[in-house]
């Protein structure tokens, strides 16, 4: 056993010679034809139901703002930004609703920030999109989970709505996706679908 052991660390020590002997040359400046990757290596995901938190609501958010802004002085492009995650498949659409209006369960020790039961939401919800820096890059999620139609497409317009305004496209603000559904194997334990759904049900669907 101590022979092989033996024998493992001479390997080692053979491989590292030869490691150490490699030269490699690295230009101060990159090839012409070097790829061009994004300046933005963060991005964040926040819950639906905790967003007007983070964004603000009549007026934006100055810490939030300040940390994307300072990410993007440092990056050189914002952070790009999901909303919906979870709370996606629980957030339904009503025109006359100001902001959101959220159902959380109680809080305990090991909950301190549930996420919400239920989340309705109205134009002024996406509305405070506008309150990112300037290019932002953003991922809105839509509702799969509660398997109505009505409630997806009304928030598709509001979202299309809120990225035609001439205030978000003077900021340069982009829709990159509507993500249809948060992770489909939460539907079953959040009793969205049957404790029998499979990933081929959720392709159908």
Request: glycine share 4%.
């Amino acid at each position: 056993m101590a022979r092989t052991a033996l024998q493992k660390l001479s390997a080692l020590v053979l491989l590292a010679s030869f490691t150490a002997a490699v030269d490699v040359a690295i230009p101060l400046n990159p090839a012409m034809d070097a790829p061009v990757i994004s300046p933005s290596h963060i991005s964040l995901s926040i819950e639906g139901d905790r967003w007007t938190s983070w964004s603000g609501t009549n007026s934006r958010n100055e810490f939030f703002y300040n940390t994307l802004d300072n990410l993007k002085q440092i990056t050189g492009a914002p952070p790009n930004i999901r909303v919906g995650a979870n709370t996606e498949d629980h957030t339904m659409f009503r025109s006359d609703v100001d902001f959101q209006e959220a159902i959380f369960p109680d809080p305990t020790a090991i909950t301190p920030y549930p996420e919400a039961k239920s989340l309705v939401v109205g134009d002024s919800y996406y509305a405070t999109t506008r309150f990112l820096p300037p290019g932002t890059h953003v991922t809105w999620g839509v509702n799969f989970g509660a398997q109505n139609l009505t409630a997806a497409y009304l928030s598709t317009r509001s979202i299309v709505k809120t990225f035609n305004s001439p205030e978000i496209k003077k900021a340069g603000i982009v829709l990159d996706y509507l993500e249809i559904g948060n992770e489909p194997d939460f539907l079953v334990t959040h009793k969205l679908r049957p404790s029998n759904y499979t990933d081929a049900d959720w392709v159908q669907e």
